[in-house]
C-alpha cells in the first residue's frame, strides 16, 4: 500500500517534472489541479488558495517538497511546508533541476527551501532531508527518484514520530 503524500512544487514552473513522478503511483499524492483550475484558484484568492491547501493536507502523511529553481522563493510552498510542520506531517525535499520538463528543458539547481525563514521551522530546518539524484542524466535521475521516494517517505515520517533527522 502506498503513502498518502503532499506534493509541494512550484507549479508554472515545475509541473510537466512533476507528472512523471506522480504518474509513478509509488506515492499516493494529492489530485493534481489543472492549469486552468490553479490559475482559477489563484484569482479566487489567498483565502480559497490556503482552503484549498488546508483541505489537500487532509489525510496525508507526509509532504514531499520538490524542489526546482525558484522553489525557495515561492510563498505558497512556504506556507506548505509551515503547515505540514505544523500538522506534524513528515517532511522532505528533492531536487527536479535534472529532469527534464514538456519541452525537454532542464533548469538550475535550487535552494533549499526548508531553510527559508517564512516556513518557521527555525532551526528545524537543517534536519529536513534534501535528496539529489547522482546521475546528471533526466531519465536516470527520475528512476532514482521513483525508486527512492517511498523509502524517504517512510523516513520523514518515522522522523517526525520520533522527532529526529532521517539522516
Not at 64 to 87: C, D, F, M, N, Q
Not at 89 to 114: E, I, M, R, Y
Request: net charge positive; hydrophobic share 40%.
Amino acid at each position: 500500500m502506498s503513502r498518502h503524500v503532499f506534493y509541494s512544487l512550484h507549479y508554472d514552473a515545475d509541473r510537466s517534472r512533476f507528472g512523471n513522478i506522480l504518474a509513478s503511483k509509488v506515492l499516493t499524492g494529492n489530485v493534481e489541479l489543472k492549469l486552468a483550475e490553479w490559475d482559477k484558484l489563484k484569482r479566487s484568492g489567498e483565502f480559497a488558495v490556503k482552503r484549498w491547501i488546508e483541505g489537500s493536507l487532509k489525510g496525508r502523511s507526509c509532504t514531499v517538497v520538490l524542489i526546482g529553481a525558484s522553489t525557495a522563493t515561492r510563498p505558497w510552498i512556504h506556507y506548505e511546508i509551515k503547515r505540514s510542520a505544523e500538522l506534524g506531517l513528515g517532511l522532505f525535499g528533492v531536487h527536479v533541476h535534472q529532469l527534464k520538463d514538456a519541452k525537454g528543458q532542464l533548469t538550475s539547481k535550487g535552494d533549499n527551501p526548508f531553510l527559508h525563514p517564512a516556513t518557521g521551522l527555525g532551526p528545524a530546518a537543517a534536519s529536513v532531508a534534501v535528496y539529489e539524484a547522482p546521475e546528471a542524466e533526466s531519465q536516470h535521475a527520475y528512476h532514482y527518484i521513483v525508486d527512492n521516494l517511498a523509502a524517504w517517505a517512510d523516513e520523514a515520517v518515522a522522523s517526525r514520530a520520533t522527532n529526529t533527522s532521517p539522516r
